[in-house]
């Protein structure tokens, strides 16, 4: 495995959208590091590459999320080729969770894939996910499922994990992790947040023995047209702008 490193800025040698793209997702992998979702250099945030071809950008392999740049990112078509230069490898397990939606989902432009303490937890939990609290609401306007084979090495499962996720955006990797994908960065970011912290309330919400009370079903059906509400129909540019600020002050290099 090569040392980390700074590699030399290729934004000179992409076009402007796909270093925006760049720019976006080397936030997305810092600020998962911000808020402890990372798993060492293990799980991946994934985005399509602006253009007719069918290129995607992920992370290098060996490289810890607080360290990953714009420049650093390796972009591989879908058979997992590298098709600009890299010193690095990527997560072959990786590959095959996030080609297999970028291949089958056009408006999967943001894939993010999480081993998150709580997201795990829930995920064991045979009932899955439950309406204990308002951030549970979002995702579950549209949630799926997938069950576990193993790592995530073997091609066949593509078909049953696209199969699985249907048209959802926001999934639950049965003993293994959470999943969201979306148009954008800021739209997928948003919605790991969201199913992430309701992880997060879950697992604490059953610790304490006590009996617990679901939101009502009615109100979790009308949850999508509150949340255009609340976001002020910008989904997941309400926070977005703001995170960057925040990155912009702890770690501008992210952009580099």
């Known amino acids: 495995m090569n040392a980390p490193h700074t590699p030399s800025s290729v ?3 992409v076009s402007d959208a796909e270093w925006q793209m760049r720019v976006d997702l080397a936030a997305c992998y810092r600020l998962v590091a911000l808020y402890g979702w990372d798993d060492l250099v293990f799980t991946h945030i994934s985005a399509r590459v602006p253009g007719p071809d069918h290129h995607f950008l992920i992370n290098p392999y060996g490289m810890l999320f607080e360290e990953i740049t714009a420049s650093s990112l390796v972009k591989v078509d879908l058979q997992g080729n590298k098709v600009m230069e890299s010193s690095y490898d990527i997560n072959p397990a990786g590959f095959t969770i996030h080609s297999a939606i970028h291949e089958a989902r056009e408006d999967a432009n943001c894939v993010i894939h999480l081993h998150t ?5 829930v995920s064991t939990q045979r009932e899955g996910l439950r309406p204990l609290s308002q951030h549970s609401l979002f995702p579950l306007s549209g949630l799926s499922y997938h069950d576990y084979e193993g ?3 073997n091609p066949d499962e593509k078909v049953r994990l696209v199969a699985d996720l249907g048209a959802t955006r926001s999934m639950i990797l049965r003993n293994h992790g959470l999943l969201t994908c979306d148009t954008t960065v800021a739209e997928a970011f948003l919605r790991m947040f969201f199913l992430q912290r309701a992880c997060q309330i879950q ?6 023995g006590a009996d617990v009370i679901e939101v009502p079903g009615a109100i979790v059906a009308g ?3 509150a949340a255009r509400k609340v976001t002020l129909n910008a989904g997941g540019n309400i926070a977005w702008p703001a995170l960057l600020r925040k990155l912009n002050r702890i770690s501008p290099d992210y952009a580099d």
């Open 11 to 13: 934004k000179p040698l």
């Open 117 to 121: 303490v709580e997201g795990v937890a």
């Open 151 to 153: 790592v995530a090495l």
């Open 203 to 208: 697992v604490h919400a059953l610790a304490q």
């Open 223 to 225: 949850i999508q047209q």
